[in-house]
């Protein structure tokens, strides 16, 4: 058994997970390891748990919220769904 780094839990089902800079996380559920590691949108300040958008180093979690909190919002379109013309 292991013990969440976010709630303490001593859990028997807890994981490990590696980040790129190699610190070593145990989470007993994704939920407290999103609550520990995903960005936070700058505009909403909801969790960026999907790919997100990302304007010169700030994480917003859609293009609507990087339109609104980016001096390049105006620039950043939807991709997916979006109708070509």
């Known amino acids: 058994m292991a013990i969440c780094d976010t709630c303490g839990n001593d859990y028997w089902m807890s994981f ?7 610190q070593v996380h145990t989470f007993d559920s994704i939920e407290c390891a999103a609550a520990r ?16 958008v990302e304007v010169e180093g700030r994480f917003f979690c ?9 001096e390049l919002g105006s620039q950043i379109r939807d ?5 070509p013309g």
């Open 79 to 83: 991709a997916v769904g979006a109708h």
């Open 62 to 70: 859609c293009a609507h919220c990087a339109r609104q909190g980016a």
């Open 37 to 52: 590691l995903a960005p936070i949108c700058e505009h909403c300040s909801c969790r960026v748990l999907g790919h997100g």
């Open 16 to 22: 490990e997970v590696r980040t790129v800079s190699g």
